[in-house]
């Protein structure tokens, strides 16, 4: 999806050129999040797993490549779902392949998850040529611009964290 940057913004005041790059600035991030919502979909799609399954399995991976452990409570933390939801998602994955359970390595009562080397692979498969395409891009950034991006969306997520929902 390519950002049209004289796209006027439907519900922004554009009355001032600070306003007009703001709403160019805005429409591009929209582009780019309806772009990653298209890539997350045909993820989903060509994985066969729902969007919390592949979430799991992201936090799993990124839990292994540091060196941690991930009990199902940590995960269902991790995910904000409930204990049951989380039993049911486990046994999905493990159905799948893409999860085993494992007894803790100090605590004999508790499991700890871990991805299949064969997840591994089908996540760089299926991801591996994005990421390298991701990572080509921001690495083209200077030091300073990359600085200002970072910046700025560190800020707009907090901005967005701040927005109370509306009472009825």
């Known amino acids: 999806m390519n950002a049209q940057p004289d796209r006027p913004g439907y519900w922004y005041a554009q009355d ?8 160019q600035v805005l429409n591009a991030l929209r582009d780019y999040r309806a772009s990653e919502g298209a890539m997350r979909r045909r993820t989903r799609a060509t994985m066969s797993m729902g969007e919390t399954d592949l979430l799991a399995l992201r ?9 941690r452990d991930l009990s199902p409570k940590d995960l269902a933390a991790k995910l904000g779902i409930t204990s049951a939801s989380m039993t049911t998602l486990v046994d999905r994955l493990v159905r799948s392949g893409h999860v085993s359970r494992e007894p803790h390595p100090t605590d004999r009562r508790a499991l700890i998850l871990r991805p299949t080397q ?22 083209a950034l200077s030091p300073k ?6 910046g700025f969306l560190r800020d707009m997520a907090a901005a967005v964290d701040k927005i109370e929902p509306l009472a009825h």
Do not use: F, I, N, W
């Open 16 to 23: 001032t050129p600070a306003k007009e790059r703001a709403v």
């Open 59 to 67: 936090y799993l991976l990124e839990a292994q490549a540091q060196g």
């Open 118 to 139: 064969g997840s591994d692979h089908e996540v760089r498969k299926t991801l591996g040529e994005m990421h390298r395409r991701m990572v080509e891009v921001a690495a």
């Open 145 to 150: 611009e990359s600085e200002t991006v970072v």
